[in-house]
């Protein structure tokens, strides 16, 4: 049972352009909605995260915008860089303090000169 | 990936051989776990700690086995190594504060022959 859904699997974006991922998760209860950035050879590194009791969070180029009623959650990068190429995964937990965290199976972005 | 420690790197088992992939924190947290990481798949959480003697099962356990002696040592074991268990593991740690973020070791690469 895959409790959240990512797509795309993978991304190809001309740099400067806007990278959107998206996400959609089953379980009501889920309540701390987090992105991961993993670059090759490396852990996973927190990016940005959302709790549902607000639309949208920004942080520098990186954007979460959150649909409660469709269950779903998206990030957007604008004016995507080279550098940001890496796989992205989103996930979710029930509640910020959870030690659980349910992952996507995640996105690679290619940012292409 | 600061303060995460996880050795091996790289492994080769042979099947039916036991092993110990080693994670140690250095920050002090209370909650430590062991994530798998398969191609297409995410991050499925194997096995967690909340504290020293506490441990519980993640969504994957089966084959491994994990204790918590102390705060800063979580080691997994692998009792009898399959093929199926030839992934990339991540141990992870975090404080049990809300909205406290998750930090990831670097991944032990482990092939089963």
């Known amino acids: 049972q895959q409790q959240v859904k990512q797509s795309p699997q993978s991304l190809i974006v001309q740099k400067g352009g806007i990278s959107i991922i998206n996400c959609a998760y089953e379980?009501?209860?889920?309540?701390?909605f987090p992105w991961y950035q993993q670059f090759p050879g490396k852990g996973p590194a927190l990016l940005i995260a959302i709790r549902p009791d607000v639309s949208e969070k920004k942080e520098g180029r990186f954007t979460i915008s959150f649909n409660k009623s469709a269950k779903q959650f998206s990030l957007h990068i604008m004016d995507s860089q080279p550098g940001d190429s890496a796989t992205y995964f989103c996930?979710?937990?029930?509640?910020?303090?959870?030690?659980?965290?349910?992952f996507g199976k995640g996105t690679k972005l290619s940012v292409i000169p | 990936n600061a303060g995460v420690t996880q050795t091996p790197k790289f492994q080769v088992l042979k099947t039916g051989q036991s092993m110990t992939l080693q994670c140690a924190q250095d920050?002090?947290?209370?909650?430590m776990s062991w994530y798998r990481q398969d191609p297409g798949m995410g991050l499925r959480l194997i096995h967690y700690s909340v504290g020293a003697g506490i441990t519980d099962q993640g969504e994957v356990p089966n084959g491994y086995n994990v204790s918590r002696s102390t705060t800063e040592d979580f080691p997994l074991r692998l009792l009898s190594a399959a093929p199926s268990q030839t992934s990339v593991y991540f141990c992870a740690s975090r404080t049990t504060g809300l909205g406290d973020t998750i930090y990831f070791g670097e991944g032990s690469w482990l092939t089963v022959v």
């Open positions: 920050m002090n947290h209370e909650y």
């Open positions: 996930a979710a937990s029930k509640g910020a303090g959870s030690y659980q965290l349910t």
């Open positions: 379980n009501t209860a889920f309540d701390y």
